[in-house]
């Protein structure tokens, strides 16, 4: 499944990623007064793994299809244009687009929500990332059908990969969270164009039946992100509360850490482009 070319038009039936089976759910991590979704990132991984994250990660900033027509009408090897013109080499925009694609890779494929993946899509500047809302994702039973429990959920996303701040990174989402408000139908209303430019029609009719609320209303609930370079997320929370993060009552925080992330997204940064 892996090897199966993921194109503009069915980037749908992009993989599930293989880091996925090494999320430990940690049940016993709370903030009061929120949710928390946490999750420990363990295990060794080996070379073909990180080959195959780097591969499922790349995808997101251009797909199978454009890579082989860019690279051939330039000509200049693929490997090359993606080093020159696609993969950000900034750590700040690496660790800030990982954050973004691991935690919608735990909204979709653990916590069972749709993600488009046009965020890292298709940048005029490899360093340079897109404003709007971080992670749109839904839930809903026919787009054709608006249902009022369909569900839009908005994420804002902090990574604190090269330290230890976890707290830094849930309060500093926490505060930005607010902004989604405005900024969604921004993103809902970007996302869509892009998807229709891609002959993405799945999409492109999900994210459709979400822009006209009044009419068709919907559950709408946002919700904060964050990764960081920790093993033990308890400790660190371990007596906080919502408010002293700055999250909202009731809100929910998803949650992805592991000792010595940066190195981590370093090596897979790295194979994007070999």
């Known amino acids: 499944m892996a090897n199966t070319a993921i ?157 230890t701040d976890l707290k830094g990174a849930i309060s500093d989402a926490a505060k930005d969270s607010p902004k989604d408000r405005s900024r969604i139908a921004m993103t809902l209303a970007y996302y869509g164009k892009r998807s229709l430019d891609a002959g993405d029609i799945l999409t492109s009719s999900e994210l459709k039946r979400f822009m006209n609320a009044s009419e068709h209303p919907f559950k709408e609930a946002f919700a904060i992100g964050a990764i960081a370079g920790i093993g033990n997320a308890e400790r660190h929370l371990e007596g906080l509360s919502a408010s002293d993060l700055y999250v909202a009552e009731g809100g929910t925080v998803f949650v992805i850490h592991r000792s010595h992330l940066m190195d981590l997204i370093r090596e897979i940064y790295d194979r994007c482009t070999s």
């Open 7 to 163: 194109n503009q038009s069915n980037i749908r039936k992009l993989p599930r990623p293989c880091f996925v089976d090494w999320l430990v759910r940690e049940d016993e991590v709370s903030i009061e007064g929120c949710s928390v979704e946490c999750f420990r990132l363990e295990g060794a991984i080996d070379d073909a793994a990180l080959v195959e994250w780097a591969r499922h990660i790349r995808r997101h900033y251009i797909r199978d299809d454009e890579l082989r027509e860019y690279s051939e009408f330039f000509e200049i090897g693929e490997n090359k244009y993606l080093r020159e013109n696609v993969i950000p080499d900034v750590p700040q925009i690496m660790a800030g687009d990982f954050a973004e694609i691991v935690i919608s890779d735990l909204v979709q494929f653990v916590e069972g929500y749709e993600v488009p993946r046009y965020k890292q899509h298709g940048r005029s500047d490899k360093n340079s990332s897109e404003h709007g809302t971080d992670i749109v994702a839904f839930k809903m039973e026919n787009p054709s059908n608006p249902s009022k429990f369909d569900e839009l959920l908005a994420i804002e996303v902090k990574s604190q990969s090269s330290s």
